[in-house]
Protein backbone atom coordinates (compact mmCIF):
# COMPACT_ATOMS: atom_id res chain seq x y z
CA UNK A 1 0.00 0.00 0.00
CA UNK A 2 0.97 3.30 -1.15
CA UNK A 3 2.24 5.61 1.95
CA UNK A 4 -0.52 7.91 2.48
CA UNK A 5 -3.37 6.30 0.77
CA UNK A 6 -6.66 6.95 1.78
CA UNK A 7 -9.64 4.36 1.53
CA UNK A 8 -13.23 5.63 1.07
CA UNK A 9 -16.00 3.75 2.23
CA UNK A 10 -19.89 4.03 0.21
CA UNK A 11 -21.14 0.71 1.39
CA UNK A 12 -19.97 -0.99 4.62
CA UNK A 13 -20.22 -0.89 9.00
CA UNK A 14 -19.36 2.63 8.75
CA UNK A 15 -19.01 4.67 5.39
CA UNK A 16 -16.83 8.09 5.22
CA UNK A 17 -12.92 8.07 4.61
CA UNK A 18 -10.43 6.09 6.52
CA UNK A 19 -6.17 6.52 6.52
CA UNK A 20 -5.37 3.09 6.61
CA UNK A 21 -6.16 -0.10 4.99
CA UNK A 22 -6.84 -2.18 8.24
CA UNK A 23 -9.85 0.89 9.28
CA UNK A 24 -11.61 -0.02 5.62
CA UNK A 25 -11.31 -3.85 5.93
CA UNK A 26 -13.01 -3.59 9.20
CA UNK A 27 -16.18 -1.71 7.78
CA UNK A 28 -15.97 -4.28 4.09
CA UNK A 29 -14.96 -7.67 6.00
CA UNK A 30 -18.02 -9.69 5.53
CA UNK A 31 -20.59 -6.88 4.46
CA UNK A 32 -22.36 -7.99 0.76
CA UNK A 33 -22.01 -5.56 -1.87
CA UNK A 34 -19.47 -3.72 0.37
CA UNK A 35 -18.28 -0.41 -1.72
CA UNK A 36 -15.02 0.87 -1.18
CA UNK A 37 -12.01 2.61 -2.92
CA UNK A 38 -8.11 3.70 -2.37
CA UNK A 39 -7.29 7.58 -3.47
CA UNK A 40 -3.93 9.01 -3.11
CA UNK A 41 -5.11 12.05 -1.19
CA UNK A 42 -7.80 13.02 2.08
CA UNK A 43 -9.29 15.67 -1.03
CA UNK A 44 -9.83 13.31 -3.48
CA UNK A 45 -11.13 10.72 -1.43
CA UNK A 46 -13.39 13.10 0.62
CA UNK A 47 -14.38 14.34 -2.73
CA UNK A 48 -15.17 10.95 -3.94
CA UNK A 49 -17.01 10.49 -0.64
CA UNK A 50 -19.49 13.12 -1.47
CA UNK A 51 -19.94 12.47 -5.36
CA UNK A 52 -21.12 8.94 -4.19
CA UNK A 53 -19.75 5.34 -5.08
CA UNK A 54 -21.77 5.39 -8.57
CA UNK A 55 -19.07 8.16 -9.80
CA UNK A 56 -16.20 6.35 -9.04
CA UNK A 57 -16.66 2.46 -7.68
CA UNK A 58 -15.68 -0.27 -10.10
CA UNK A 59 -14.13 2.74 -12.66
CA UNK A 60 -11.08 3.83 -13.39
CA UNK A 61 -12.31 7.41 -12.79
CA UNK A 62 -11.25 9.67 -10.15
CA UNK A 63 -8.12 7.91 -8.20
CA UNK A 64 -4.59 8.56 -9.51
CA UNK A 65 -3.66 5.84 -7.85
CA UNK A 66 -5.99 3.64 -9.72
CA UNK A 67 -4.47 5.74 -13.16
CA UNK A 68 -1.14 4.66 -12.16
CA UNK A 69 -2.21 1.34 -11.70
CA UNK A 70 -3.16 0.55 -15.55
CA UNK A 71 -0.68 -2.06 -17.19
CA UNK A 72 0.21 -1.23 -21.25
CA UNK A 73 0.76 -4.20 -23.58
CA UNK A 74 1.62 -3.72 -26.78
CA UNK A 75 -0.89 -4.47 -29.47
CA UNK A 76 1.17 -6.32 -32.08
CA UNK A 77 1.56 -8.98 -29.20
CA UNK A 78 -0.34 -12.02 -29.78
CA UNK A 79 0.50 -13.92 -27.09
CA UNK A 80 -2.20 -14.24 -24.35
CA UNK A 81 -2.65 -10.87 -22.35
CA UNK A 82 -0.97 -11.81 -18.71
CA UNK A 83 -1.48 -9.22 -16.54
CA UNK A 84 -0.12 -10.32 -12.61
CA UNK A 85 -0.36 -6.38 -12.00
CA UNK A 86 -3.52 -5.58 -10.51
CA UNK A 87 -5.64 -3.37 -12.93
CA UNK A 88 -7.26 -0.36 -12.12
CA UNK A 89 -10.89 -1.38 -12.44
CA UNK A 90 -13.17 -4.55 -12.38
CA UNK A 91 -14.35 -5.35 -15.22
CA UNK A 92 -17.17 -7.93 -14.09
CA UNK A 93 -17.74 -9.32 -17.79
CA UNK A 94 -15.54 -12.09 -16.21
CA UNK A 95 -15.05 -15.61 -14.33
CA UNK A 96 -13.54 -15.59 -10.92
CA UNK A 97 -11.85 -18.60 -9.75
CA UNK A 98 -10.66 -19.79 -6.39
CA UNK A 99 -9.52 -22.72 -4.36
CA UNK A 100 -11.24 -24.26 -1.06
CA UNK A 101 -8.89 -26.42 0.89
CA UNK A 102 -8.50 -27.97 4.42
CA UNK A 103 -4.97 -28.08 5.09
CA UNK A 104 -2.09 -27.47 3.07
CA UNK A 105 -1.68 -30.16 1.79
CA UNK A 106 -4.70 -31.57 1.90
CA UNK A 107 -8.40 -31.68 0.34
CA UNK A 108 -8.53 -29.55 -2.81
CA UNK A 109 -11.74 -28.17 -4.31
CA UNK A 110 -12.43 -25.32 -6.42
CA UNK A 111 -15.09 -22.94 -8.65
CA UNK A 112 -15.59 -20.70 -11.52
CA UNK A 113 -17.87 -18.09 -10.79
CA UNK A 114 -19.37 -15.24 -12.56
CA UNK A 115 -17.67 -12.55 -11.42
CA UNK A 116 -21.01 -9.95 -11.81
CA UNK A 117 -24.13 -12.44 -10.29
CA UNK A 118 -21.85 -14.92 -8.23
CA UNK A 119 -23.67 -17.75 -10.37
CA UNK A 120 -21.40 -20.96 -10.51
CA UNK A 121 -19.98 -21.87 -13.47
CA UNK A 122 -18.06 -24.89 -12.47
CA UNK A 123 -17.09 -26.81 -9.95
CA UNK A 124 -14.70 -29.54 -9.32
CA UNK A 125 -13.65 -31.25 -5.67
CA UNK A 126 -13.14 -32.13 -3.56
CA UNK A 127 -9.80 -33.93 -4.69
CA UNK A 128 -8.40 -35.94 -1.97
CA UNK A 129 -5.10 -34.44 -0.97
CA UNK A 130 -3.39 -31.13 -2.93
CA UNK A 131 -1.79 -28.28 -2.45
CA UNK A 132 -3.73 -24.45 -2.73
CA UNK A 133 -1.01 -23.48 -5.16
CA UNK A 134 -1.94 -26.44 -8.17
CA UNK A 135 -5.71 -26.18 -7.04
CA UNK A 136 -5.29 -22.33 -8.20
CA UNK A 137 -3.60 -23.04 -10.80
CA UNK A 138 -6.22 -25.90 -12.18
CA UNK A 139 -8.62 -23.69 -11.35
CA UNK A 140 -7.23 -20.62 -13.95
CA UNK A 141 -6.27 -23.65 -16.86
CA UNK A 142 -10.23 -24.62 -16.30
CA UNK A 143 -11.56 -21.35 -16.76
CA UNK A 144 -9.37 -21.19 -19.57
CA UNK A 145 -10.80 -24.71 -21.49
CA UNK A 146 -14.06 -23.52 -20.43
CA UNK A 147 -14.18 -19.68 -21.91
CA UNK A 148 -12.10 -21.62 -25.23
CA UNK A 149 -14.97 -24.56 -25.49
CA UNK A 150 -17.98 -21.40 -25.67
CA UNK A 151 -15.94 -19.54 -28.02
CA UNK A 152 -16.16 -16.77 -25.29
CA UNK A 153 -13.19 -13.82 -24.20
CA UNK A 154 -14.04 -13.02 -21.27
CA UNK A 155 -11.22 -12.16 -18.51
CA UNK A 156 -10.51 -14.50 -15.62
CA UNK A 157 -9.49 -13.31 -12.08
CA UNK A 158 -7.11 -15.27 -10.23
CA UNK A 159 -6.20 -14.17 -6.68
CA UNK A 160 -2.86 -16.53 -7.11
CA UNK A 161 0.79 -15.00 -8.03
CA UNK A 162 1.82 -18.31 -8.07
CA UNK A 163 -1.18 -20.02 -10.23
CA UNK A 164 -0.36 -16.80 -12.68
CA UNK A 165 3.57 -17.03 -12.96
CA UNK A 166 3.00 -20.96 -13.38
CA UNK A 167 0.53 -20.05 -16.00
CA UNK A 168 3.10 -17.90 -17.65
CA UNK A 169 5.61 -20.40 -17.85
CA UNK A 170 3.50 -23.09 -18.65
CA UNK A 171 4.60 -25.19 -15.92
CA UNK A 172 4.79 -25.93 -12.26
CA UNK A 173 7.10 -25.20 -9.56
CA UNK A 174 5.55 -27.49 -6.25
CA UNK A 175 7.26 -29.69 -3.96
CA UNK A 176 4.14 -31.90 -3.18
CA UNK A 177 5.25 -35.24 -3.65
CA UNK A 178 3.54 -37.90 -6.02
CA UNK A 179 2.35 -40.89 -4.93
CA UNK A 180 -1.19 -42.69 -4.05
CA UNK A 181 -2.42 -39.79 -2.10
CA UNK A 182 -2.09 -37.49 -4.73
CA UNK A 183 -2.53 -39.09 -7.74
CA UNK A 184 -5.75 -36.86 -8.48
CA UNK A 185 -4.25 -33.63 -7.84
CA UNK A 186 -1.30 -34.51 -10.32
CA UNK A 187 -3.54 -35.90 -12.85
CA UNK A 188 -5.05 -32.52 -13.11
CA UNK A 189 -2.49 -30.56 -12.83
CA UNK A 190 -0.45 -32.32 -15.96
CA UNK A 191 -3.60 -32.04 -17.98
CA UNK A 192 -3.50 -28.18 -17.51
CA UNK A 193 0.09 -28.03 -18.22
CA UNK A 194 -0.58 -29.98 -21.15
CA UNK A 195 -3.39 -28.11 -22.15
CA UNK A 196 -1.02 -24.68 -21.71
CA UNK A 197 1.50 -26.18 -24.49
CA UNK A 198 -1.32 -27.20 -26.68
CA UNK A 199 -3.62 -24.61 -26.92
CA UNK A 200 -3.23 -21.01 -27.58
CA UNK A 201 -5.88 -18.10 -26.26
CA UNK A 202 -6.64 -14.45 -26.53
CA UNK A 203 -8.41 -14.57 -22.95
CA UNK A 204 -6.66 -11.69 -20.02
CA UNK A 205 -5.82 -13.78 -17.09
CA UNK A 206 -5.83 -11.01 -14.12
CA UNK A 207 -4.70 -10.81 -10.74
CA UNK A 208 -7.73 -10.33 -8.58
CA UNK A 209 -6.70 -6.51 -6.47
CA UNK A 210 -8.24 -7.92 -3.25
CA UNK A 211 -6.54 -4.95 -1.37
CA UNK A 212 -8.93 -2.79 -3.21
CA UNK A 213 -12.08 -4.71 -4.08
CA UNK A 214 -12.55 -7.53 -1.15
CA UNK A 215 -11.88 -11.22 -1.08
CA UNK A 216 -12.53 -12.51 -4.73
CA UNK A 217 -15.85 -13.26 -5.84
CA UNK A 218 -15.50 -17.04 -6.01
CA UNK A 219 -14.06 -16.83 -1.98
CA UNK A 220 -14.71 -20.22 -0.48
CA UNK A 221 -14.82 -18.47 2.64
CA UNK A 222 -12.26 -20.39 4.68
CA UNK A 223 -9.29 -17.65 5.54
Not at 94 to 105: A, E, F, L, M, Q
Request: proline share 3%; net charge positive.
Amino acid sequence: MAKGKFYVVWVGNKTGVFASWPECQAQVSGVQDAKFKSFETKELAEKAFQDGWRSHWGTGGGSKASASGTVKTKSSVKQPVLFQEEAASIDYDSISVDVGTRGNPGPVEYKGVDTQTGEILFYVGPIPNGTNNLGEFIAVVHALSYLKEKGCTKTIYSDSKTALSWLRNKKVASTLKRDASTAKIWELTDEAVKWLHTNTYTTKVMKWNTEEWGEIKADFGRK
